[in-house]
């Protein structure tokens, strides 16, 4: 079992920055492979960003590549999302998630996620 929290979501302004945290819990965590989704009202749910516990290596979508940064922090067991130059459009509920299939970009492939965090972009 994996226990995910985010925080971090908020209200910002167009060209604004916000860091989500997720932070995750239970046993080896660090076999996972974590990933960001996105849901805005009435849309499927949307990758993303990923990366892996182990090594660091990630993969981001390209809807948010070159604006959004995942990272990890494997002494407190967090993961992170950078999002820089946000946009209307970015505005969704944004939820962590875990999983053992690496390279997952597919919210069935996921096993475990956080209750999510409200993200808001003003014009």
């Known amino acids: 079992q994996v226990q995910l929290v985010e925080s971090g979501g908020g209200l910002v302004q167009a060209g604004g920055s916000l860091r989500l945290s997720c932070a995750a819990s239970?046993?080896?965590?660090?076999?996972?492979?974590m990933g960001w989704f996105r849901q805005a009202p009435g849309k499927e749910r949307e990758f993303a960003a990923a990366i892996m516990w182990s090594g660091g290596r990630t993969y981001h979508a390209d809807s948010v590549k070159g604006r959004f940064t995942i990272s990890r922090d494997n002494a407190k067991n967090t993961v992170y999302l950078e999002m820089n130059s946000l946009k209307p459009e970015d505005t969704a509920v944004y939820y962590c998630?875990?999983?053992?299939?690496?390279?997952?970009?597919?919210?069935?492939?996921?096993?475990?996620w956080g209750q999510g965090t409200q993200v808001t972009v003003s014009s």
């Open positions: 239970g046993r080896t965590v660090s076999r996972y492979f």
């Open positions: 998630a875990a999983t053992t299939t690496s390279w997952a970009t597919m919210a069935n492939d996921y096993a475990y």
